[in-house]
């Protein structure tokens, strides 16, 4: 009995000592365990890894210099058959990149990826014969309705809704000429249908398209859908729920900060000339220097210098309408130039019969000097009945799902 106790002590001692042991061995080999890497199709693991930043002078070659290559390979040889699949002068100071070396000393050189942005890389794999690839990380595109109520500027809003501050400027972009960001107000609403950009499902890269959106300012819905006319249409043009352009012909105003000094009228005592006579032009005041935008898209019809003019720019926009820029400073486009809207053309300055730094912008309908901010101006592209009817039966279910989400406030 004593012996049988006794018995039972020792193999409880011994089993205690064992899974204490054993569990240390289990611990032991927790800590040991290195988490399994793999990205650009390598297990990190495997190899002794050196990531560096692509240096000022550094070449192709010399990054082939840092580490042995496998015992036949030279380092032209190399550069020479790499060269149709990658372009070795590409390589730029900044970019990173990764060498995947042999573990075993001499730590040949088995791969190197150079990584141009956050989705291309090259690989040069030089494991069996030297093998080229230019990859891509998998991305995935993922849609969202985001719909919110303003609070502070839209880039706040969005950026408190998680959506990337890209997002802002697009918005804008759709609504430069209808909304005034300037103007936007608590209790003014969006309601936006994106599709992000992921990496490997996970890495947020940023908005990737627009499909729908709404901008409601004062209780006033205003609807824009990016859509094509026709297919050699490099980007889309964005449209109302109507089909009505949201891009108008013309921008109000050459500049983007200014003062109106002088409207367009009849009969106005000219400050230089110290007389009464027409003014077949407005003046808008801006600080010497600043840039001068074409309003509309057209073809540089003149430019050159008067006394009375100074330096100014003539942009012909259609068979109809014409504008030209006074008193410029600087030209910035020459005759027979193509210049889209928006573009600068100029910048302010009191070349010529000015008292002060302003552009006179003049405007010809017809070949008659008129008063844009008194014309009813059209917009671009009017869309014709065919389609319209396919471009109505598109949007339809895009409205409805932004019409049925309720924009919330969001909060920081
Ligand atoms: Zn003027």
Request: glycine content about 6%.
């Amino acid at each position: 009995m004593r012996y049988l106790v006794l018995a039972i002590l020792l193999v409880t001692f011994f089993t205690a000592c064992n899974s204490k042991e054993e569990s240390e061995k289990a611990k032991k080999t927790v800590v040991k365990k290195e988490p399994i890497i793999k990205e650009y199709g390598f297990t990190f693991n495997d190899f002794k890894v050196v990531r560096d930043t692509i240096r000022s002078g550094d070449t192709f070659g010399k990054l082939l210099e840092k580490y042995p290559l496998k015992d036949s390979l030279r380092i032209h040889d190399v550069t020479e058959k790499v060269k149709d699949s990658f372009n070795v002068r590409r390589i730029k100071a900044g970019k990173p990149y990764i060498m995947f070396l042999d573990k075993k000393k001499p730590n040949t050189l088995q791969a190197l990826v150079y990584i141009e942005d956050r989705i291309n890389f090259t690989v040069v794999d030089f494991r069996d014969s030297i093998v080229v690839s230019n990859k891509q990380k998998p991305t995935t595109l993922k849609r969202r309705v985001v719909a919110a109520e303003i609070e502070g500027s839209l880039s706040e809003t969005l950026s408190n809704a998680g959506v990337s501050a890209g997002l802002a400027n697009k918005l804008a972009n759709i609504y430069a000429y209808t909304v005034d960001f300037f103007k936007i107000q608590k209790g003014d609403k969006f309601a936006v249908t994106i599709n992000e950009r992921y990496i490997d499902d996970s890495i947020y890269v940023g908005v990737e398209s627009i499909e729908a959106s709404y901008f409601e300012h004062k209780g006033k819905k205003i609807f824009a859908f990016p859509y094509k006319l026709s297919e050699n249409q490099k980007y889309e043009d964005f449209y109302d729920e109507n089909g009505k352009g949201l891009k108008s012909m013309f921008l109000k105003a050459p500049l983007d900060y200014f003062r109106i000094s002088s409207r367009f009228s009849g009969r106005r005592f000219h400050p230089v000339q110290m007389r009464f006579k027409a003014h077949n032009g407005t003046d808008y005041a801006a600080p010497h220097g600043t840039p001068i935008k074409t309003t509309a898209s057209g073809v540089v019809e003149r430019t050159g210098y008067t006394a009375g003019n100074g330096n100014f720019v003539k942009v012909r926009h259609s068979s109809t309408y014409s504008t030209q820029y006074l008193h410029m400073s600087k030209i910035s486009v020459r005759n027979g130039q193509r210049v889209s809207q928006g573009q600068v053309i100029g910048k302010v300055g009191s070349t010529g019969l000015a008292t002060g730094p302003h552009v006179c912008y003049r405007f010809w309908k017809n070949g008659v000097q008129v008063d844009p901010l008194r014309l009813k101006l059209p917009n671009a592209e009017p869309m014709n009945e065919s389609h319209k009817q396919k471009y109505l039966a598109h949007i339809a279910p895009l409205k409805k799902e932004l019409d049925s989400i309720t924009a919330v406030k969001f909060k920081e």
